[in-house]
């Protein structure tokens, strides 16, 4: 079992920054593939970028320059720093783990409560 919690959502201006965390608690050594995904209202839950357990990351294109994924194993603590951030960055931000390399797709199996994020123009 693996449990997730993230925290660092709010509401920002276009091209304002926020920097999501998720800690993660229990079997992490067993589940290291580790994701950031957001939905919209109305739409479907979508991946934004995700990390390898070698610390590889991938990345959608919408975000490509403007997000960085990184974790911290010491804190077991997974971080989304995002810049530039444009209102269609709006949403509710999850993260997730798994133990298979699921990279983009929403098929993790542990994941946490999200975290609001709202951009303004």
């Known amino acids: 079992q693996v449990h997730l919690v993230e925290s660092g959502g709010g509401s920002v201006q276009a091209g304002g920054s926020l920097r999501l965390s998720c800690a993660a608690s229990?079997?992490?050594?067993?589940?290291?593939?580790m994701g950031w995904f957001r939905q919209a209202p109305g739409k479907e839950r979508e991946g934004v970028a995700a990390i390898d357990s070698d610390g590889s990351s991938t990345y959608a294109d919408s975000v490509k320059g403007r997000f960085t994924i990184s974790k911290d194993n010491a804190k077991n603590t997974l971080y989304l720093q995002m810049n530039s951030l444009k209102p269609e960055d709006t949403g509710m931000y999850y993260c997730?783990?798994?133990?298979?390399?699921?990279?983009?797709?929403?098929?993790?199996?542990?994941w946490g409560q999200g975290t609001q994020v709202t951009v303004s123009s």
């Open positions: 229990g079997y992490t050594y067993g589940n290291p593939y």
């Open positions: 997730a783990a798994d133990q298979v390399a699921w990279l983009l797709l929403p098929e993790y199996h542990y």
